[in-house]
């Protein structure tokens, strides 16, 4: 979703932007832009289509200005047109604006500005901002500097809604003001320069030391300084936090996607994440957690909530954390229990799993979770996201970043992750028997079994090129291979752009298999040995009606009854979707890639979804 790049330094800015922009174009855009201050004031150049378009505009390469804003824009107020892309200016030319979220109150704002003489060109709520600013500004005295930033916090007062916002003035040429609610921001500082982005990869090559911001704190950038505020303009220390990831890791690496690259890093995102939180002979450790054994027996349950991929983490999670510490678990979709008026009270844990850790709605869930009373565990990917600054604990999945539209890595890494959250809790609770000792030996050889798994990557290419002109497929599992159905469904609908289904195999006979005809494709996985022959049964019923089959199993099943096999390595139902997603990933990314689709950057996907 629309994406956020700043620059003051001493080089041009232009091309920075520009770049920087770039490498947000994996959150979704439709338009894109910069402004930056000349030696003539403020320019702007923008355009709807891709960001590289920016280089085709005239006088862009005239640009001398060594402070900047930039912008990539999601559609949500007005239609992708150049009048609606960002940077917006005040109709003075004083201020550019730019802004991720939606201003809720915009259309009272609107009127006021109206009422005030203002004039409006866009059908964006963000042109709002600009003109409010301005609006105070011409109210405000004492020097350029000390008016922009009152007239910008009076502004940032009479907003609503969700914001990220970059400003620069024409009149104060060696500054940059940014702010923050509910949507992401970060600011990186590096030599004589500094930069914003809306996620740390977009500006790793720059720096490694970031700043982050509180809902509505507000950073007044200079190039060789950064100032912080609160909401009232008291002065707040902050501390830069050193960020591990190399620039290399938010690069192709020679891979042709990024999704590939994602798709091949599983072992090291999994090694990563299990890190020293397990070893076979001693208790599983969370230092960052602070959970005790009255807390968990006094529980009434545990509620995972996420949106989409991270969702069927959490059902993964589900499974694990009842089996093995008997605590009734329900998991939801986050724009959906936030307006269910949830049974959630503080004898109720609430993890919510993002790895962006931007999601308006998961975020928004555990709000209201908080305001309940629950404890609040988020599971992130990203250091320092909006999430993990809401809740109460946090722990991180260590994927690296994930560029790729469709997640891969994080949803491995997650459900390693919940799964040592189980243990965790299992060990605190004195649940200690085989069955555990068992899952943390297969955890530890679970990275070598992916490396193994992923050598499967041919044959699945090659049933991907039988298949890939399908209208239609459909993915069938019982147990925990339904959840990995349903993960593999939404990842083929993603990229491939093809209809796709997922059921628990026993429930096809109510009702969806009417559509079952001759030549349409179903995609099975059997892992659960308990389930396995039951599965078989219900292929055999699609067989019958003439179904193209695959199936994804570690067990030894006739395999030629299907038309094709995948056999992955055996391992702990636990884990097991760590495992059997994998040859569903990559079929989804070879028909993909055989239709000559876009795989990083699916059309109408946004990598962060930061509105609700
Ligand atoms: C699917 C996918 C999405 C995300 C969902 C939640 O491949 O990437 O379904 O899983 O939008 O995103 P996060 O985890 O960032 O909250």
Known sequence: MCGIVGYIGTKKASPILINGLIRLEYRGYDSAGISTIEQNGLSIMKDKGRVKNLYNLDG???????????????????????????????????????????????????????????????????????NLVHYYYKKETGSNQAKFLNAFKKACNDLNGSFAIEIICKDC????????????????????????????????????????????????????????????????????????????????????????????????????????KLSENSKCEFSELNITRDYLLNLNKIYIVACGTAMHAGLAGKNVIEKLCKIPTEVDIASEFRYREPLVDEKTLCIFISQSGETADTIAALKLCKKKGAKTLAISNVIGSSITREADFSIYTHAGPEIAVAST??????????????????EILDISNSEIKKLKKDILELPKKIEETLKLSEVVKNFSKEVYQEKDMFFLGRGIDETVAKEGSLKLKEISYIHAESYPAGELKHGPIALIENGITVISIMTDKKLV????????????????????????????????????????????????????????????????????????????????
Do not use: C
């Open 173 to 276: 040429p060696d500054i940059m003001i940014v702010t923050r609610k509910d949507s992401p921001l970060v600011i990186g500082k590096g030599e004589n320069e500094n930069y914003i982005s809306s996620d740390i990869p977009a500006i790793l090559s720059f720096t490694r030391n970031f700043y982050l911001l509180n809902d509505l704190e507000i950073a007044v950038l200079s190039r060789d300084n950064i100032d912080f505020y609160d909401k009232d303009l008291n002065a707040i220390q902050k501390n830069a936090e050193i960020i591990g990831w190399n620039a290399l890791s938010a690069e192709k690496d020679g891979y042709e996607d990024f999704m590939l690259k994602e798709i091949y890093e599983q072992p090291t995102a999994i090694r990563e994440t299990i890190g020293a």
């Open 60 to 130: 862009i390469d005239n640009l001398k200005g060594t402070i900047g804003i930039a912008h990539t824009r999601w559609a949500t107020h007005g239609k992708p047109s150049k009048e609606n892309s960002h940077p917006h200016m005040d109709n003075s030319k004083t201020f550019s604006v730019v802004h991720n979220g939606i201003i809720e109150n915009y259309n009272e704002l609107r009127n006021f500005l109206l009422d005030n003489g203002y004039t409006f060109y866009s059908q964006t709520d963000t042109e709002v901002i600009p």
């Open 409 to 426: 890595k994080a949803y491995t890494s997650q459900v390693i992750l919940i799964t040592l959250l189980a243990i965790y809790f299992a």
């Open 533 to 612: 022959e039951k599965t078989v049964s219900n292929i055999q019923e699609v067989i019958t009606r003439g179904a193209k089959t695959l199936v994804v199993t570690n067990q030894n099943i006739k395999e030629d009854m299907f038309d094709m096999t995948i056999k992955i390595p055996e391992t702990n139902t636990f884990i097991s979707p760590i495992l059997s997603i994998i040859p569903l990933q990559l079929f989804s990314y070879y028909i993909s890639k055989e239709k000559g689709l876009d795989v990083d950057k699916p059309r109408n996907l946004a990598k962060s979804v930061t509105v609700e």
